[in-house]
T-cell receptor, first 115, second 110 residues
Framework: NAGVTQTPKFRILKIGQSMTLQCTQDMNHNYMYWYRQDPGMGLKLIYYSVGAGITDKGEVPNGYNVSRSTTEDFPLRLELAAPSQTSVYFC??????????????FGEGSRLTVL | EDQVTQSPEALRLQEGESSSLNCSYTVSGLRGLFWYRQDPGKGPEFLFTLYSAGEEKEKERLKATLTKKESFLHITAPKPEDSATYLCAVQASGTYKYIFGTGTRLKVLA
């Protein structure tokens, strides 16, 4: 099982450029999340989705957009990249509390540098 | 506001030296408390879920406990391969969001 797959693993952007971080999961999970992790700051929630067509903001949504057209995919769009968006981005999914332990399954991360 | 605080920020242990990591939380109704392990350059890996005060879970050298205000991750006779960052997260009732602490960086010396 592939689990949660993120691409790209590494990317360098110039200020003002745009890009999309891809995330796909093959576990048929309804819940998907995007977090960013900065050194010493823990994981901060950017956006999350409870199912196809439904998304909502987390703690730090400014400068980002998401869409959820299928159960499997949850891309994160960065518009007009800024140095403050330099971070490691993690996508995660969950089956939800109804089924199992409710834990999050994480991808390997996408390391983004904005210069 | 829901909040998670982990301590200490960093911990160095000798191999075999047992210790505990702390996760204090403030949440409006706890749906679940989660422990994860994160190795450098990797995504967090799930360890335990705890749902109610008094609950305990064990896995190899790790044991997680939960009270109404905090959780402890006890590490018994650690080995160098236990070196990692340990993250705590909570999910409040009525929400689908997980709130993470900043983690404890554990280093076990041989």
């Amino acid at each position: 099982n592939a689990g949660v797959t993120q691409t790209p693993k590494f990317r360098i952007l110039k200020i003002g450029q745009s890009m999309t971080l891809q995330c796909t999961q093959d576990m048929n999970h309804n819940y998907m999340y995007w977090y960013r992790q900065d050194p010493g700051m823990g994981l901060k929630l950017i956006y999350y989705s409870v199912g196809a067509g439904i998304t909502d903001k987390g703690e730090v949504p400014n400068g980002y957009n998401v869409s959820r057209s299928t159960t499997e995919d949850f891309p994160l769009r960065l518009e007009l990249a800024a140095p403050s968006q330099t971070s490691v981005y993690f996508c995660a999914s969950s089956a939800g509390q109804v089924v199992v332990k409710g834990e999050l399954f994480f991808g390997e991360g996408s390391r983004l540098t904005v210069l | 506001e829901d909040q998670v605080t982990q301590s200490p920020e960093a911990l160095r242990l000798q191999e075999g030296e047992s210790s505990s990591l702390n996760c204090s939380y403030t949440v409006s109704g706890l749906r679940g408390l989660f422990w994860y392990r994160q190795d450098p350059g990797k995504g967090p890996e799930f360890l335990f879920t705890l749902y109610s005060a008094g609950e305990e879970k064990e896995k190899e050298r790790l044991k997680a406990t939960l009270t109404k205000k905090e959780s402890f991750l006890h590490i018994t006779a650690p080995k160098p391969e236990d070196s990692a960052t340990y993250l705590c997260a909570v999910q409040a009732s009525g929400t689908y969001k997980y709130i993470f602490g900043t983690g404890t960086r554990l280093k076990v010396l041989a």
